[in-house]
């Protein structure tokens, strides 16, 4: 395996900040999304929306987060 030789450069430096910013990042977009459907006023397609980022983001952006956290617990300093 090649060593990189800067630290910044290896993607799994261990950081904790910068994938919880990532995950936040992904929550406030989903909140924008769900108050853009809001201002249709239409109850289904609001519960729909709502539903759906909640879907999501348990699937997607959560699940990620602690892949991510895993993968850097064996990160070499």
């Not at 800067?6 to 992904?26: A, C, G, M, N, Q």
């Amino acid at each position: 395996m090649i060593k990189l030789y800067h630290k910044w450069k290896d993607r799994r430096h261990k950081s904790t900040i910068k994938p919880l910013i990532y995950l936040i990042v992904e929550l406030l977009l989903l909140a924008v999304l769900c108050f853009i459907v809001f201002q249709f006023e239409i109850l289904l397609l609001n519960v729909l929306a709502v539903v759906g980022c909640i879907y999501f983001f348990i699937i997607s952006s959560w699940k990620r987060y602690r892949v991510v956290m895993e993968r850097q617990k064996y990160c070499e300093e």
